[in-house]
């Protein structure tokens, strides 16, 4: 029946032989219980019967603490496995996604949060996860504040970008973080976007891809980031692959690749800072390929007032600038490398200028320099010292219109 109460419009449709009926109590009244009648035929709510199976149901729906995933048993198909509930098996990890991240949007306070949850948490691994996802998740000036693990479902399956182009995706503040499994790529191009910033020592970045940017790594001076490991990423189309500015003591890198970076590799500090020292660089299989530029002096690696620094096994191929320059680093060690500026116009394959007390070149190769194959000379008034070529190759440098040899040595 319809009825007017009141300036109100009341729609009831209850089909019982009785002109009156009694209202329902309000939704806040009727939750997880049961429509039922009293003595006089009038509908109440009650609670479920305990065991019943609206009982169960409604438990199992619920988000309270001790209900819901916390009545569910799971176990491990497999001999010795034991049996757990499934909230304990959620709290294993942590997603962006339980704090409202939705890919193609800002999802910079729902990583932040769930950043804080995992560091709060006892019952996790302080792992955060950003899940795999066909859209971008934007973000900016996510915080590493504590011993996280921030990882993602693969280069190819999780992406992150800059908000705006010119913010800070991440930016690490604590030893111990560990970032790893996704990519960041600005959607601009070129971009003033920095992909990860690191103030703390012993960070390790790993299987990354990063595609875009003005910076993918880079490591300021001023917070002594030492012991970083930055190991089997990708650094492509972007100003700077990293930097080092400063205080990076004993850093690794393993097996990385730049591509089309216009410096992929800067290692440089202050001379005048003791706090900037950076000293026990190493490379490890790292390659280059057509890194460099030439409009803007840039070398695919630049390493500038350095102390030691051992590049093994590394591969700067179709530099389009200067393949290595080396200014003022006391003691650079290259073994089994392979540098070549041929795509670069006019630039030698390595240049070691300024002071250096030790450069060895150890069963390497200087080849398709488009001018020298090696220059070693003076520069500021430094002077390089006690130069030691064993076991090198020279090829290809003086073939062509504009190239002039193997070795100059000023």
């Known amino acids: 029946c319809a009825c007017l109460v009141g300036s ?19 939704a806040s009244q009727r939750a997880n219980q049961m429509l039922a009648f009293d003595s006089s035929g009038q509908p109440i709510v009650v609670l479920p019967p305990s065991g019943s199976a609206s009982d169960v149901l409604i438990e199992l729906a619920s988000s309270e603490d001790g209900k819901g995933d916390a009545l569910v048993a799971v176990k491990q198909p497999y001999a010795g496995a034991v049996a757990r509930t499934q909230h304990q098996k959620n709290a294993e990890f942590i997603s962006v996604t339980d704090f409202g991240a939705v890919p193609g949007t800002n999802c910079s306070a729902a990583f932040n949060a769930a950043i804080q949850a995992a560091k709060k948490s006892t019952g996790s691994s302080q792992r955060v996860l950003i899940p795999a996802s066909s859209k971008k998740y934007f973000i900016k000036d996510v915080m590493l504040d504590s ?31 560990k970032l790893s499994d996704f990519t960041i790529q600005s959607v601009n191009s070129p971009s003033l976007s920095t992909g990860i910033e690191i103030k703390a020592a012993l960070v390790t970045v790993e299987n990354c891809s ?38 990076q003591i004993n850093t690794r890198f393993v097996q990385n690749t730049f591509n089309a970076c216009k410096c992929g590799l800067l290692v440089t500090e202050d001379s005048s800072s003791v706090l900037s020292t950076i000293e026990g660089i190493e490379l490890l299989g790292d390659r280059f390929y057509a890194c460099g530029d030439n409009s803007l002096d840039t070398a695919a690696i630049e390493i500038v007032n350095c102390r030691w620094i051992w590049l093994t096994s590394v591969m700067s191929d179709l530099a389009t600038g200067i393949a290595l320059r080396s200014t003022n680093t006391r003691y650079l060690r290259l073994t089994n490398g392979y540098y070549s500026s041929n795509g670069s116009g006019n630039k030698s394959c390595v240049v070691i200028q300024g002071v250096s007390t030790e450069f060895t070149a150890n069963g390497t190769f200087f080849s398709d320099s488009r001018k020298f194959g090696l220059e070693i000379i003076k520069a500021g008034g430094g002077v390089p010292s006690r130069p030691k070529l064993i076991n090198c190759v020279f090829q290809n440098n003086d073939i062509a219109t504009g190239q002039q040899g193997d070795l100059v040595v000023d």
């Not at 109100?8 to 309000?26: G, H, T, Y």
């Not at 993602?152 to 992406?159: F, I, M, N, P």
């Open 210 to 247: 990063f595609a875009f940017l003005k910076c993918c790594i880079d490591s300021p001076i001023r917070y002594g980031a030492g012991e970083l490991d930055i190991r089997f990423n990708r650094f492509a189309s972007s100003t700077f692959g990293v930097i080092l500015g400063g205080g």
């Open 147 to 177: 011993t996280i693990e921030l990882v993602g479902e693969g280069k190819l399956s999780t992406t992150l970008a800059p908000v705006n182009d010119g913010d800070t995706c991440i930016i690490v503040n604590h030893e111990f973080c």
């Open 8 to 26: 109100e419009m009341c729609i009831r449709d209850r089909r019982v032989p009785e002109s009156q009926v009694s209202m329902l109590p309000p």
